[in-house]
């Protein structure tokens, strides 16, 4: 056997692997999204009794690591008697909610401050031009703030997915086998850990490779898409 024939018998185990792993991040991407905006709205609120709460989260979350929301989800409220006689223990007991919970929080919190950076990044005076045109809340939003926002947003948010891919592997402590937790199952049957995380770091380099080129290409077609708009 060559040095090499572990590195290729990983891969048709690691590649079944990509759909949970793509899967894990989106879903806690797309669910991080729905959260940050609720966030954002509180944190840019004129009262104090959301904007703290708001604040408060994004500053715990941001202020630990992944790998320790994820324990404490999964091991930490195990232990409480109220999570384990109610309906939610169901979730709670699955290693996969509690994982794409953890990511979505931990996604959640940061997303909200790339959103929130990206409203505040629109000019003052795009604004009150739209406050002379007489816009209403919803038409500033839609036509003004958001498409400006956006093309500020895409590029941190783009490396916000991309992180939360490499994110996932997290999961894998929770025996969850996605791409890391099955390198990790293969490298303790081969004895070849090396070859195997070698074939497992080259499937995340394509994954976020493929990510960021789309994300560019994305960039590209929203600012022509507004100097065309401008232009006319």
């Not at 940050?36 to 959301?50: H, P």
Request: charged letters at 10%; a positive charge; hydrophobic letters at 55%.
């Amino acid at each position: 056997m060559s040095w090499w024939d572990p590195f290729i018998e990983a891969f048709p185990s690691l590649i079944k692997a990509v759909p949970l792993t793509v899967m894990l991040a989106v879903t806690a991407v797309t669910i991080g999204i729905v959260i940050a905006v609720f966030i954002t709205l509180a944190r840019m609120s004129g009262s104090a009794f959301l904007r703290w709460p708001a604040y408060t989260y994004v500053y715990v979350i941001r202020g630990t690591p992944l790998f320790l929301q994820l324990f404490f989800i999964y091991y930490g409220l195990a232990q409480l008697d109220i999570i384990r006689h109610s309906m939610l223990w169901p979730l709670f007991r699955d290693e996969y909610w509690c994982a794409l919970l953890a990511l979505s929080l931990n996604t959640s919190a940061y997303g909200s401050e790339i959103i929130r950076g990206g409203i505040q990044g629109v000019a003052k005076g795009q604004i009150e031009a739209a406050l002379a045109f007489a816009l209403s809340p919803v038409q500033r939003f839609t036509r003004i703030i958001f498409p400006q926002a956006l093309r500020q947003m895409l590029p941190a948010y783009g490396n916000e997915v991309v992180l939360m891919i490499k994110a996932t592997s997290i999961a894998s402590t929770v025996t969850i086998m996605e791409v890391t937790g099955t390198a990790r199952a293969i490298a303790s049957e081969t004895y070849a850990p090396v070859q195997v995380f070698i074939a497992a770091g080259l499937i995340y380099l394509a994954l976020t490779g493929s990510l960021t080129y789309g994300v560019h290409c994305l960039e590209k077609a929203l600012h022509k898409r507004g100097g065309l708009a401008v232009a006319r």
